[in-house]
């Protein structure tokens, strides 16, 4: 009965983690986000405010709009049109870009793809902050996982392990020389860019919520493997949900420093 008891205890364990290290920080990075996109788009009455959005829109809107038309078209879902960067009508509308679908949350495929529409700003945009490291100034994303991997060495909490990834990735741009630093430049404007661009707005969560059933049963599958496998889970969970918030927080720092530019101004 104890070993039952505590398969079931390790399976629950599992899924927890797997869900909070992934589409748990996604959400909490994606809510805050959009909190301060709120504020600096209620702040933007000067020129400065509206032309750092655009700015930054030029690459993150795109990317953005592109998202959740590959999630449509995976999916199956009838696009009715798609407007991916409108730097002209935004300052009328306050719309930088948008997609139009058609979609059924009839099936589980359907409801998956309700999930990953709604949610792929932030899938893609994330993946490809950290595509982008990995390409442009690869010696940053190795500083960055060595970092990883020092801290996690002696299992101590998410949040020390995030504080490495941070921190190791600010340690490797600030150790880039001659053509490096340029390299750091754009990789930080595209990075800023995206994750500025990125956020979950409670429409995006709405319109994923019938796919959440779905994504749960993914994730309690996947627990149940690793468990019968007998994987190791904590330290992956651990390293995972720290390397995709050490980006993402370089978004949210961007934010925050537009933010206040957008209050002085």
């Known amino acids: 009965m104890d070993s039952v008891r505590n398969g079931i205890w390790n399976v629950i364990i599992r899924f927890l983690l797997a869900v909070i290290s992934t589409l748990g920080v996604f959400i909490v990075f994606g809510l805050i986000l959009d909190q301060l996109e709120i504020l600096i788009y209620s702040r933007m009455a000067s020129k400065v405010g509206r032309d750092i959005i655009l700015v930054t829109g030029v690459v993150g809107t795109p990317l953005h709009e592109a998202s959740h038309w590959l999630g449509c078209k995976i999916f199956g879902f009838k696009v009715l049109e798609v407007s991916l960067f409108r730097p002209l009508t935004?300052?009328?509308?306050?719309?930088?870009?948008y997609v139009l679908f058609l979609y059924s949350n009839k099936g589980w495929w359907s409801k998956l793809g309700c999930f990953v529409v709604g949610m792929a700003p932030m899938i893609f945009g994330s993946l490809f902050m950290i595509l982008i490291v990995w390409l442009v100034v690869p010696e940053v994303f190795k500083t960055t996982k060595h970092s990883i991997e020092a801290s996690s060495k002696s299992k101590i909490p998410i949040l020390p392990v995030w504080w490495a990834a941070f921190s190791g990735f600010w340690k490797g741009m600030f150790s880039l020389?001659?053509?490096?630093i340029l390299r750091?430049?754009?990789?930080?404007?595209?990075?800023?860019?995206i994750a500025m661009h990125m956020t979950v707005s409670t429409q995006d969560i709405k319109a994923a919520t019938p796919g959440f059933g779905i994504v749960a049963l993914i994730y309690l599958l996947y627990s149940l493997?690793?468990?019968?496998?007998?994987?190791?889970?904590?330290?992956?969970?651990?390293?995972?949900?720290?390397f995709i918030a050490s980006f993402l927080s370089i978004g949210l720092l961007a934010d925050g420093l537009h933010l206040l530019i957008s209050l002085f101004f």
């Open 177 to 180: 020389r001659k053509w490096g």
């Open 225 to 242: 493997i690793t468990a019968i496998i007998g994987t190791e889970y904590k330290l992956a969970a651990m390293k995972r949900g720290a």
């Open 90 to 97: 935004y300052k009328f509308d306050g719309i930088l870009g």
């Open 184 to 193: 750091g430049i754009i990789t930080l404007y595209l990075i800023i860019s």
